[in-house]
């Protein structure tokens, strides 16, 4: 027998980098985001991948950029959804910090009267991801739009972005650096740990090494956790090693507390503005 669809439908953009997670996660519906690559256009996870960004941005002559979505793409992707039987749409995106993702889905959901809403999570990678799994698990849950909306918020709340770059050159070439902004010039050699807030990218703490800035990384991290149980999830951009130690670290200090444990490369979106040697993790606290 086939289960019925949820009544509030959940959909996402492609900057989550969701891992393979349980069924739920089916029931988000993703929107990409673009990445232009020395003029060639193409759709992130579509067309672009991390390899091919990582590259471009090593090359250092090529032109990488990228844009968000149409407000005409959610309206198509939020019209079939209604059409397959949704009675309500939450649409969860990045934050409008670093793209207008989320002002295109608000435009777009301008059009549904009401049945459509938008939530900025402040965050991208699993900083959004975390919050659009909560928003499926609790539509799947059988729950309205406001309490859909709830859990979503709540998970984005108990959700910490934190990450490393080698460089700021990248952010400050996208114009994604915010707050850090007094980082640059003679001090673009500290090495930064950065967090996503509310006023977007800003800087944690500075560091004068990458080894030192790492460790630093997985101390802020189990500190962000407090005495919660808690999903990680561990990003980064062509560099497995450092992200497999940082995992690895993580999952010794957290023990029992640790309740999921997730490894992904970000896409080429958060790649063109990071740069290669990227690690982030991400601590969503359960309760």
Do not use: C
């Not at 349980?22 to 996870?45: F, Q, S």
């Amino acid at each position: 027998m086939t289960r019925p669809h949820p009544a509030v439908a959940v959909v996402t953009d492609s900057t989550a980098y969701l891992p393979p997670l349980p069924a739920t996660a089916g029931a988000l519906t993703v929107v990409p985001l673009a990445v232009v690559v020395n003029g060639v256009p193409g759709l992130e996870t579509v067309d672009i991948d991390s390899a091919t960004v990582a590259e471009a941005l090593s090359a250092r002559r090529v032109a990488v950029t990228t844009s968000r979505p149409s407000p005409e793409a959610f309206a198509q992707v939020y019209r079939k959804l209604f059409d397959d039987g949704a009675q309500a749409v939450l649409s969860v995106h990045l934050s409008a910090r670093l793209s207008g993702t989320y002002d295109a889905a608000t435009l777009a959901a301008a059009d549904f009267d009401g049945r459509v809403e938008v939530i900025d999570t402040e965050s991208t990678g699993m900083g959004l991801g975390f919050p659009a799994l909560a928003a499926a698990d609790a539509a799947a849950a059988g729950g309205t739009l406001a309490e859909v909306r709830a859990a979503t918020e709540g998970a984005a709340a108990r959700t910490t972005t934190l990450f490393y770059v080698d460089t700021l050159e990248f952010l400050r070439r996208g114009g994604r650096i915010g707050a850090a902004a007094a980082l640059l010039g003679t001090a673009l050699s500290v090495k930064p740990i950065l967090h996503t807030t509310d006023q977007g990218v800003v800087v944690r703490e500075k560091v004068r090494t990458a080894s030192r800035a790492l460790a630093r990384l997985a101390d802020i991290a189990v500190e962000s956790a407090g005495t919660s149980d808690v999903d990680v999830a561990v990003h980064h951009l062509a560099a497995p090693d450092r992200a497999d130690a940082l995992l690895t670290t993580l999952k010794e200090r957290l023990g029992e507390r640790l309740r999921g444990a997730y490894l992904t490369e970000v896409g080429a979106v958060v790649g063109a503005h990071v740069g290669p040697g990227m690690v982030a993790a991400v601590i969503h606290r359960v309760s």
